[in-house]
């Protein structure tokens, strides 16, 4: 579990709800169907006339890598492990890592080093790792703009329910009891708007970008990494190569 993903939606939610408390009207007055139904059906039907099934399908799972704690080992970690594969392969040859890069977990680290194993030189191996993690930015990429197209949805389809509740109640000036039914439309859609936008899909967009950040950097640290080894480059000069992205990137 995503410690700070948790929390920050609970404490969010939990700040709300306590300030509707305090203000002394309850849960009641928040609470209005035709809002949910402008906001919360609005938004599903654009978002599903916008997506194909295929990018729709994954935002469950999107849901799921943001509330995980992330899978990709922390890049001093990695950056010592690729260290101590150099060495091995540097000291004992190439096959000496064979059944040991069959245990590893990271699949692309996995299939770096598989290809190191098979002996693909650097010209060939470097462009087949880049083609990889290209595919991975773009299928990343896409289920990011999911979860933004959500959150500016939910706050357009918000602003719609206010221009929905504001000529419902201009019209209905001359009835005071029709009045307040209108305006609480108008001002509760613009509220659900911006919860979702905020406190759901910005809050996960945000997440999910961090983490595809962080896993495009650990490969191409693979990448640096597997092509000096590729390349017989000495250990000082990969150590040396590996810490200065870690120097560069922001921990």
Known sequence: MDK????????????????????????????????VAIVFGGTIAVTAGQFQP??????????KIAMNESKVEPLPELIEKIIFYATEVKKHGVMQIEQKVLTESNAFFKEAFQLLVDGTKPDVLVPLLELKLEHMDKRHTSLIGVFSNIGGTAGSM?????????????????DPAAVGPAMAVALITTLY??????????????????KHKTEVTACEVII????????????????????????????
């Not at 948790?6 to 203000?23: K, N, Q, R, T």
């Not at 295929?54 to 849901?63: D, I, N, T, W, Y």
């Not at 905020?198 to 961090?210: H, N, P, V």
């Open 4 to 35: 700070t993903t948790v929390g920050g939606i609970g404490a969010g939610w939990a700040l709300i709800a306590l300030a509707i408390m305090l203000g002394g009207v309850g849960f009641g007055p928040y609470i209005d169907i035709p809002s």
């Open 224 to 251: 640096t990494g597997t092509s000096m080894i590729a390349a017989e480059e000495s250990i000082g000069n990969i150590k040396m190569k590996l810490n200065a992205i870690l120097v560069e990137t922001p921990q």
């Open 193 to 210: 708007g911006a919860l979702i936008g905020t406190l759901i899909a910005g809050l996960i967009e945000s997440k999910l970008d961090q």
């Open 158 to 174: 918000g602003m719609i329910g206010t221009l929905v509740g504001l000529v419902a109640m201009l019209a209905n000036l001359s």
């Open 54 to 63: 295929s990018e729709l399908k994954r935002v469950g799972a999107g849901f």
